[in-house]
T-cell receptor, first 113, second 117 residues
Framework: AQSVTQPDIHITVSEGASLELRCNYS??????LFWYVQSPGQGLQLLLK??????LVQGIKGFEAEFKRSQSSFNLRKPSVHWSDAAEYFC???????????FGKGTMLLVSP | DAGVTQSPTHLIKTRGQHVTLRCSPI?????VSWYQQVLGQGPQFIFQ???????GRGNFPDRFSARQFPNYSSELNVNALLLGDSALYLC????????????????FGPGTRLLVL
């Protein structure tokens, strides 16, 4: 069975500082990996996805993520955080040919002035 | 283009009642999935429908059921509501990829927040 671990429940970052959110997955075959963001009371917005090819993927809002097979990780990064990035971030893994997603428990990002 | 829409946005029910949640997918998407997100947790897969057929089911009791209509919209029904059913219910739509292709990308609606008292 596939699973996703997001080790950090909360992270606080100063505005303008860099950000890295951790995600580790467990999956027996080639994983398909996603990052979603959820603002309070809202649904999920897709930030980026990895299916194959270049292990560094670019997403919306200046986010990027790097797939590292040897570490079973897919960490999300942003070089300079803005106050509007404060939200909850979810990493998810999917299977080839299907859209069922397994999500991590999420990381809440707080941005301090 | 309109995104995934869900109705109602909020709902309050009492234990033992029945609830129906509705979802309209993105135009052109034929697959709809339902997820339950309990406070403080990530979304959990409940059902997926494609072309009106159930394509997948998560680990939820038989009190949960769903269906998909010819226009690809979908309903999620929950019978005999329990306090633990209080959650944000998310609908996602996707467009199937060719066999053996990459995973489908799911696009989520704003959700229906259900409170069971």
């Amino acid at each position: 069975a596939q699973s996703v671990t997001q080790p950090d429940i909360h992270i606080t970052v100063s505005e303008g500082a860099s950000l890295e959110l951790r995600c580790n997955y467990s999956y027996g075959a080639t994983p398909y990996l996603f990052w979603y963001v959820q603002s309070p009371g809202q649904g999920l917005q897709l930030l980026l996805k990895y299916f194959s090819g270049d292990t560094l993927v670019q997403g919306i809002k200046g986010f990027e993520a790097e797939f590292k097979r040897s570490q079973s990780s897919f960490n999300l990064r942003k070089p300079s955080v803005h106050w509007s990035d404060a939200a909850e971030y979810f990493c998810a893994v999917g299977a080839r040919g299907y859209s069922t997603l397994t999500f991590g428990k999420g990381t809440m990002l707080l941005v301090s002035p | 283009d309109a995104g995934v829409t869900q109705s109602p946005t909020h709902l309050i029910k009492t234990r033992g009642q029945h609830v129906t949640l509705r979802c309209s997918p993105i135009s052109g998407h034929k697959s709809v999935s339902w997820y339950q997100q309990v406070l403080g947790q990530g979304p959990q897969f409940i059902f997926q429908y494609y072309e009106k057929e159930e394509r997948g089911r998560g680990n939820f009791p038989d009190r949960f059921s769903a269906r998909q209509f010819p226009n690809y919209s979908s309903e999620l029904n929950v019978n005999a509501l329990l306090l633990g059913d209080s959650a944000l219910y998310l609908c996602a739509s996707s467009s199937p990829v060719a066999s053996g292709g990459a995973a489908e990308t799911q696009y989520f609606g704003p959700g229906t927040r259900l409170l069971v008292l």
